[in-house]
């Protein structure tokens, strides 16, 4: 028997009836718009179950997954709405983990998710880039996922070369994966509203890239970005015997302008460099 419609009530008399509030420092903002509910439900189901789902709060988004019969382990760090989302969804194929997403082992998912799964979450801006990281380790388990975050993170995470939104974690996914934005979700449709608008992006990891050459990547774009007003050649490097000049031979190897700036490389030549220091 699938759940009542979360949707259809008002998180606010929800909370009250349950003696709970938004609590800040968890970032919790409630997604109240049942439209913007069903776009995001549809673009996970079309990446396929099962389902780990970051974050669920009040189940606007766990909802529509158990009615479509999906699934579910929903991950929720705040005890109060873990109880009440486990006695609510008791029956049906939602498994309700109280635990920090951030602290649960690789071991623990394996164990649930044996022939891996898709990532959904409401994400709040405290642990964007953490969660971002921890994705990328666990991508050969979660290989995609759908994430709603605040607007300017998705920018960022989405940016390509030759601008400010452009770092680290852009490098990252432009190396390891496919990431698009969808669409944008108004504050408006969150309770409490937040001070900025939020965005849904889409994430699809590709191929297998062996984890020396991943590390190697680490190294490299960190090193690359650390000073970002300054040219490439002048990035510390003290991870390399030979210093600032094996360091610009490395990048000369690439492919890459030692007078150029970490924002201007794209991924590939990125992914370059990282062979290049590796040896791979």
Not at 87 to 104: H, K, M, N, S, Y
Not at 128 to 148: G, K, Y
Not at 158 to 179: D, F, Q, R, W
Request: charged share 20%; with cysteine; glycine share 8%.
């Amino acid at each position: 028997m699938p759940p009542p419609a979360l949707a259809a009530e008002s998180p606010r008399r929800t909370l009250a009836a349950l003696g709970l509030s938004p609590r800040k420092s968890l970032g919790q903002n409630f997604l109240t718009d049942r439209n913007v509910a069903a776009k995001i439900v549809a673009l996970a189901r079309s990446f396929h179950p099962p389902f780990l789902e970051i974050g669920p709060g009040l189940g606007a988004l766990t909802d529509p997954l158990a009615e479509a019969g999906a699934p579910v382990v929903a991950v929720e760090i705040d005890r109060g709405l873990a109880a009440y989302l486990r006695d609510r969804l008791e029956g049906t194929g939602v498994e309700v983990l109280e635990a920090d997403f951030l602290a649960v082992p690789e071991q623990e998912w394996r164990v649930r998710f044996p022939a891996g799964g898709t990532v959904v979450g409401n994400l709040p801006y405290s642990i964007s880039s953490p969660a971002v990281l921890r994705l990328i380790e666990l991508r050969h388990l979660f290989p995609r996922a759908i994430l709603m975050l605040q607007r300017e993170v998705v920018d960022r995470l989405c940016a390509g070369p030759g601008g400010k939104e452009y770092g680290i974690l852009s490098v990252y996914l432009g190396v390891l994966a496919e990431a698009r934005r969808e669409f944008v979700v108004r504050r408006a449709c969150f309770h409490p509203a937040p001070d900025v608008d939020s965005a849904v992006m889409s994430v699809r990891f590709a191929g297998e890239t062996p984890e020396p050459l991943v590390a190697a990547l680490r190294t490299v774009v960190r090193a690359a970005f650390a000073h970002r007003r300054k040219t490439l050649r002048n990035a510390p490097v003290p991870f390399l015997p030979g210093g600032s000049g094996q360091w610009s031979e490395l990048l000369q190897a690439a492919g890459i302008d030692p007078a150029g700036r970490a924002e201007e490389v794209p991924p590939p030549a990125y992914l370059a460099l990282a062979r290049a220091f590796a040896g791979i």
